[in-house]
């Protein structure tokens, strides 16, 4: 009987290695990269949320606090995979699902549950805002230059 290390060493030393190929991606199943992809473009081409919450203009509550609540007219919600195809208004927000697309003109973004209470049948009530607690977090998956598959090693 050989070691685990023998038989590995005798199947290494009569494997031949491949030279590269280029092949259509769903063709590449039980294969492995050769090269890294690098993404030419944003993937997707707009930031997403990363969290559920209210995307908004941050100059909207700015100034408030648990004594002077803001608030804000709930325009819709933005659901994944579908742009919201205005421009946020000032004292408008919008609610958000987590991987939807942010709304242009938003440039702050709230998590449920943390400053904001939602109330059903009309405006978002910003309850606490603390300077510089926005929770935006957005970005895309692969941004444009970026490594989005490396090679195995």
Known sequence: ???????????????RILEPT????????????????VSSEDIPPYDTATIEGFALRSANIANSD?????TL??????????????????????????GAPLPDGAEGF??????????????VLARVHVPGSNDLGASPWFGRHQLACPVSS
Do not use: Y
Not at 22 to 37: F, K, S, T, Y
């Open 1 to 15: 009987m050989i070691t685990v290390e023998k038989a590995l060493q005798i199947v290494l030393d009569h494997t």
């Open 22 to 37: 280029n092949v259509p991606i769903l063709q590449a199943m039980g294969m492995v990269l050769a090269e890294d992809i």
């Open 66 to 70: 648990r004594s002077r609540p803001t």
């Open 73 to 98: 007219v709930l325009d819709g919600e933005v659901k994944v995979g579908v742009r919201w195809e205005h421009i946020i208004q000032s004292g408008h927000a919008l609610k958000v699902a987590a």
């Open 110 to 123: 709230k998590q449920f549950g943390r400053e904001f209470r939602h109330v059903t049948c009309g405006p």
